[in-house]
């Protein structure tokens, strides 16, 4: 129906399963008049609070069945939503068939999301997968001409302020709108069905990927203010930036939402005390240890000027004592799992500072899926979940790593799992003192990393340091740069041709040597 009359509501149904506003909207359509038609636990919510109802079932003249899964299924509901008003063959087989129009529709859907997250059994999360209220909502989207759609509480008094001031009727501008938001919204329920269904077969890389999305903030702009954006939360509440609560500060742009997920899935990496610091997405000091506020001094000290303007990210609750190192430097996010009281009211003095709660730390282990766009498309891959332990290195150099060089080689390896390719990392005493991050050669990164180290602290700074690599050397001239800072041991994945190269390399200069078999590329 193309006409651009505005819709009069004489009838409405209303069957929503969140009752939020109920009453007030049947309150609303009763005092004008409207006839109000209803369903189950709605019609018996709106006489509770005096509002007359018709049931459903007394005007199809058909009962509900089947424990309420054939309610609104019927042809008198759906003619009454599809039959077009502009048309006379319509009008006429509504009359034959005693189909009354039915001008606004409220509906939402049962809870699957929340019943999902809920840890529900199959059973249980079958049975809220709702089938009437989509189709529905379908109808009466698709029949916009004639039929207000409410899918959303908010919508409710907007729409019944509409209905006052306009003696009754829906402007066809609010009426498309509406099924436009109607649309999304039962392509987000179908969506994280199919998305539910899959996992429960295992497959995680569908022929038809269906992403079910929430806007939860439009930003003031993207990664540059020439550019439009917004952030969207989809899937399981995963802990993290996209679940945390917000306790001071101004709103998160769309590069302190970037960053601070990617400090705090990069703090969740370790099982002691520890900080990560983020600076454009790349960390630029990790410290693990036995307090927060050890590991913040330490995690500073790798690069304290690219520490400005960064991201904190802790993996235990902030106390005060943290909190009153944090502020002595220009932060723009905290995230922790909790936020102490007294280490809250030493930030409230920043009132720019967002302060983050998450409640928890996510599972580095856990799958999930990551995605990236293209153009005109989308990559999928697994996130990365790989660790490594102790037993799964292998010792491919004459010296074995002391145990002291082995704890460092595995805390230095899980920063580089956080750090664009090409990553390397050189790191002493459970800290990191130099990052190379994001470099087109490998050997440029090595360089990089031991001129940080040395600029923050000193031409010593390297000695008896161990590094890290995200993916395999090359060529022995990446070692070589490792060599010359002064480190004692390395570890890798390997793989390379020129393996047996970068192992000579290693034995001729003392270093012990570990490949894992597992690479960590971040782009």
Known sequence: MTSEAPVKIERALLSVSDKSGLANLGRGLAARGIEVMSTGGSAKALRDVGI??????????????????????????????????DLEGHRQAMTEHGIGRIDLLAVNLYPFRETLASGADRATCIENIDIGGPAMI?????????????TDPADYEPVMEEIRAN?????????????????????????????????????ALPTNLTLAAERVQTLRYGENPHQQAAFYRYGTARPGVATAE???????????????????????????????????????????????????RRALACDPISAYGGIVALNR???????????????????????????????????????????????????????????????????????????????????????TELADLLFAFRVAKHVKSNAIVY??????????????????????????????????????SVVASDAFFPFADGLQAAIDAGATAVIQPGGSMRDEEVIAAADAAGLAMVFTGMRHFRH
């Open 52 to 85: 007359p109802v018709t049931e459903v079932a007394d005007y199809t003249g058909f009962p509900e069945i089947m424990d309420g899964r054939v309610k609104t299924l019927h042809p008198k509901i759906h003619g009454g939503l599809l039959g077009r008003r």
């Open 138 to 150: 379908r109808a009466a989207a698709k029949n916009h001409g004639g039929v207000v759609v409410l």
């Open 167 to 203: 003696d009754g009727s829906v402007s066809a501008a609010t009426c498309r709108r509406l099924a436009a938001k109607a649309y999304a919204c039962t392509a987000a329920y179908d969506a994280a069905i199919a998305a539910w269904m899959s996992e429960q077969e295992e497959a």
């Open 246 to 296: 917000q306790l001071q500060g101004k709103e998160l742009s769309y590069n302190n939402l970037n960053d601070t997920d990617a400090a705090f899935e990069a703090v969740s990496e370790f099982e002691k005390p520890a900080v990560v610091i983020v600076k454009h997405a790349n960390p630029c000091g990790v410290a693990e240890g036995t307090t927060s506020a050890e590991v913040y």
């Open 317 to 403: 609750p902030l106390d005060a004592e943290t909190a009153s190192l944090i502020v002595q430097v220009f932060a723009e996010v905290v995230i922790a799992p909790e936020i102490e009281p007294a280490a809250q009211e030493v930030l409230a003095g920043k009132k720019n500072l967002r302060l983050l709660r998450t409640g928890s730390l996510p599972d580095p282990a856990a799958r999930g899926l990551a995605l990236k766009s293209l153009a005109g498309g989308l990559l999928l891959q697994d996130r990365d979940h790989g660790r490594i332990a102790p037993a799964d290195l292998k010792v491919v150099t004459k010296r074995t790593p002391s145990d």
């Open 427 to 464: 790191a002493k005493g459970g800290r990191t003192i130099g990052i190379g991050a994001g470099q087109m050669s490998r050997v440029d990164s090595s360089r990089i990393a031991a001129l940080k180290a040395r600029e923050a602290g000193g031409e010593e700074a390297t000695k008896g």
